[in-house]
């Protein structure tokens, strides 16, 4: 599969021999989960069975249980990413150390990837909700400032309007540094479409 042009080449157990309550359905609702919030197919994230090329893996930094999600991080440098079936044998001699009270850890770090996944596809969008509490809060400061000026005819308060653009201008920043994000992004993916023709 690498020699087809693939980047990244996982494993699936289709076949697993552990045991059914503890290992079996707890993996096939996590994979699905896996799959469905980072977008990247995968029936078996949990296998260790995989290929990467160099230029790849290398860029990928991984931390904590995320070994789970490599198919998923390197999906950001557009990896091409196949699956292929293999054997799987049941464990003879050693107890797993994975188990329901690790699940935790899974979900933490699939949030974790989510987030990092959607930072980097879209970054306008994140930056866009992110702005929206500083815009919101602007236009409360700015309110609350020019009111004295309608209902008693004094003047504005200056330090609560200042206050209001300020967050208003950080407001607009985040947006452009979404925007400008975004640009990033789409050049880079352009540029990796480029150099696989």
């Not at 090329?53 to 557009?78: C, D």
């Amino acid at each position: 599969k690498i020699d087809e042009g693939y980047d990244v080449v996982c494993g699936w157990r289709k076949n697993r021999k552990d045991k059914l309550v503890s290992r079996r359905i707890p993996s096939i609702a996590a994979n699905r989960l896996i799959s469905f919030l980072t977008g990247v197919k995968i029936h078996d994230n949990g296998c260790s069975l995989k290929a990467y090329r160099a230029n790849i893996i290398k860029n990928v930094n991984l931390y904590s249980e995320m070994h789970r999600f490599i198919p998923a991080m390197t999906s950001l440098a557009g990896a091409l990413i196949a699956e292929i079936k293999v054997r799987n044998h049941a464990r003879q001699f050693v107890e797993s150390k994975y188990g329901l009270s690790r699940v935790y850890k899974v979900l933490l770090d699939m949030l974790s990837v989510k987030t990092i996944i959607g930072f980097a596809q879209r970054p306008l969008v994140w930056f866009g909700f992110l702005s929206i509490p500083f815009f919101v809060l602007g236009a409360i400061a700015i309110a609350i400032a020019v009111v004295p000026i309608f209902t008693r005819g004094s003047s504005m308060i200056t330090s609560l309007a200042g206050t209001g653009v300020l967050l208003g201008a950080l407001g607009i920043m985040l947006v452009l540094g979404g925007a400008l994000g975004e640009l990033v992004y789409s050049t880079g993916k352009t540029d990796m479409i480029r150099s696989r023709a």
